[in-house]
């Protein structure tokens, strides 16, 4: 069985549903099969969103994403700094040596 992305609507609706089947008398694994999910993936989906409303997984999903791109953008500034403290360096050094020479 090939892999499917589920977007955080679908996985909400699936939890929901899944909500109302032990209930109905039905055990975690015919859960699971009914929404052709693993039981694992089914206990991940309940730690992330489960008690989430819709509006709130999307918000959620925003919010991780402009974090990854926050992050990519410290790692970014960290790396042209530690460049620019190495080239100033060195300039120092050759400012230095060249006044040695003089």
């Known amino acids: 069985m090939g892999r499917k992305r589920h977007t955080p609507e679908q996985i909400i609706r699936k939890l929901r549903e899944a909500e109302i089947a032990p209930a109905q008398g039905q055990t975690t694994a015919e859960v699971a ?29 925003e919010l991780e994403k402009e974090n990854a791109r926050l992050k990519r953008l ?29």
């Open 33 to 61: 099969r009914k929404l052709s999910i693993t039981e694992q993936t089914y206990y991940r989906w309940r730690k992330e969103f489960g008690g989430l409303r819709l509006d709130q997984a999307k918000r959620f999903k």
């Open 74 to 102: 410290v790692a970014d500034q960290a790396l042209d700094n530690a460049i620019l403290k190495e080239v100033t360096s060195a300039k120092l050094l050759t400012l230095t040596w060249s006044q040695r020479l003089t």
